[in-house]
């Protein structure tokens, strides 16, 4: 049977140690209180530091070999709060013009370290013992042991994510016990869904955490949300019970995310809920028959043009850009009739402009995005003051409808402190339609954008993000 890493693996990089730091801000006319302002503070300040750290981990490249010697391109983290953040510091101080919470905080190799260490000893001491029991006696281990035994497994691979970034030359400790064993006993001990509803009950059925937000599962190895994903997204959307999913008014949210292979005569399919603070609370694992998901699509599409995102991203740790919608910033997928809002956060004042890609089945091409009410090419570099530094900024002016055609969208924000207009760093377009095209060819465009980085010879502070989005019309009976 083909081995299986729907629980993240992460093989080591060669990146020298860090330290991450990183600013936010709450204002406190959208709190209750100066004490929820601070905690909302310190959330957004950790969300951002954590968003360092996951794209410094995607902008590496990971590979590793299944038992057919086949060699897959994979990143070994789906979401910012997949990890969870171990050994920060984070000072906040209130200011009363602006009545605002400003905070700092600080992640260092020397501190955290050694706390994913002392987790990583925990975690595969107790993966040995249960190892040791499942093989003197498989059925001296019931359901409940069995489940948190692979909560402790997706614990350890993602703790070992962020251990070997911060000190990827270190010996790991090492871990007898498989996935394929858990999954196995785990088929044994519990009956397959027979459709994809039962599936999403069963899930949502151990998900009952208020401010639940639910991520379409992903293909193992790759960010694309496909029309399985899609569909079985909106299955569990639509069996979601109201006081659970999240609102706009909470400012802390559980995550639902899944993954999922496709196996000769089966799929695997993991799901796994997480604490605002990115601590695993549980974790399933299921086989589907082929029948649940032969109608769809299930395999990505666009495993080249996220190797060529997420390669060469440019990195920086004093300059600093982030996307971000109101579904979040990863995993995002938006349904026919929804809104989907825009927005952006420098850490300082600098210039930024966004290289929008399309990709449906009628065509695909890059873009930039008209950022403010001015002729090209003005349009499309937006200034962000110092007054506005560390603010979400909503560059979506009220919203955009998701209407057809639908497909997949990346969203590419480039900033520096110097202007891109006045440097001659801007790419050209050509006006058609709606859009102000910079080519047809994704990765022509990439190249354009970031080649200029490289050529020009300007001495400026540069920094980019990226989101993907995914658009679909809305299943009436999924």
Partial sequence: MKWLALLLVCLSASVTAIELTASGLAECAYYAGKESCKKGAEKSTLDSLANQLYTKIESQTFSQADNQGQNLFQWSAKTQTNLELLGTKVTCTFHPPENSYHCEASMATSTAAPMYSALLQQLSRRLNDGERALTANPGSVNLAELEQLTNDYQA????????????????????????????????????????LQELAQTVLSKSTRRGLIISAPLAVGSHEVTPFANALYQTLQANLPANVAADSSQHSHYQLSGAYQVNANHMDISFCLMDPNGKIEWTGVWQLAPKLYENWRTEPETLDFEQLIKQGVLVADDFRVELQTNKGSHNLTFIEGETAKLMLKLNRSGYIYILGHTRNSAESKSYLLPLRDEPAPYAFELYVPPENANKWIDISDGGFAIIPPFGQETLQAFASDTSFIKSGRLPNTVEEGDYFLVDRNAQAAITKTRGFAKIKTVKAATAEASLDIATFARITTP
């Fill in 156 to 195: 350890f691979e993602k703790a070992l994510t962020v251990y070997q970034l911060l000190l990827p030359n270190q010996k790991l400790p090492s871990v007898s016990l498989s996935y394929q064993q858990l999954r196995h006993q785990l088929d044994i001990r519990q009956s397959r869904p027979q459709s």
